[in-house]
């Protein structure tokens, strides 16, 4: 167990050295576990660990507010919004260009999501739909025209959907563009 802690203790302090305040808790959160773990309080180990995890969520989902640039080329975005209940996340941001508008939404773990990534999942599916797709960072994007707007999907993994959806003249050019110009790989990372 004492290894364990280690590796623990290691892995929380790389991952936190950018953020002094969350690094100080984690340090007083893992020396707290490690002297419940040699008194062998076993419940009171597994809550401190929670508390710590939870704080490296918390952190994770402010640095998300990096892959929703306030600028990405002549695309000037609006303020951020962010969401978060448990596990459940959406992050969104609206930016424009001229007359056109295009949003950057991302959904993780919410109740309606399930039933379209459990679609998005299936390859036969979409090629059955005639749907388009377009490879980005390694991710495929599924095509789709609706009511006067353009969107462009993506799954990020088993339960994160990444949108870009096009209004005001944007064509789909220019959501594959912005799709470009951003790390999906990274941000399915802090995921």
Do not use: C
């Not at 303020?79 to 930016?95: A, D, P, T």
């Not at 056109?100 to 991302?106: G, P, W």
């Not at 999501?113 to 960072?137: F, P, Q």
């Amino acid at each position: 167990m004492k290894i364990f802690l280690y590796l623990l203790l290691s892995l929380f302090a790389i991952s936190s050295l950018h953020a002094d305040a969350v690094q100080e808790k984690i340090e007083r959160g893992l020396r707290k576990a490690f002297k419940e773990n040699e008194k062998d309080q076993r419940d009171d180990l597994k809550e401190t660990l929670k508390e710590m995890l939870a704080v490296l969520e918390k952190e994770n989902v402010k640095s998300i507010d990096d892959y929703f640039p306030d600028k990405i080329d002549t695309w000037e975005g609006e303020k951020l919004q962010k969401e978060q209940e448990g596990k459940s996340l959406k992050v969104s941001r609206i930016y424009e260009d001229d007359e056109k508008e295009v949003e950057l939404r991302l959904s993780r773990d919410t109740p309606m999501l399930d039933i379209y990534l459990r679609l998005m999942k299936n390859e036969d599916l979409i090629r059955l739909s005639g749907a388009k797709t377009h490879k980005v960072d390694g991710f495929t994007g599924i095509e789709e025209e609706k009511g006067g707007k353009l969107f462009l999907r993506f799954l990020l993994n088993d339960e994160t959907l990444f949108e870009l959806e096009g209004s005001k003249g944007t064509e789909m050019r220019d959501l594959i563009r912005i799709a470009r110009r951003l790390d999906l790989k990274a941000i399915t990372k802090l995921l």
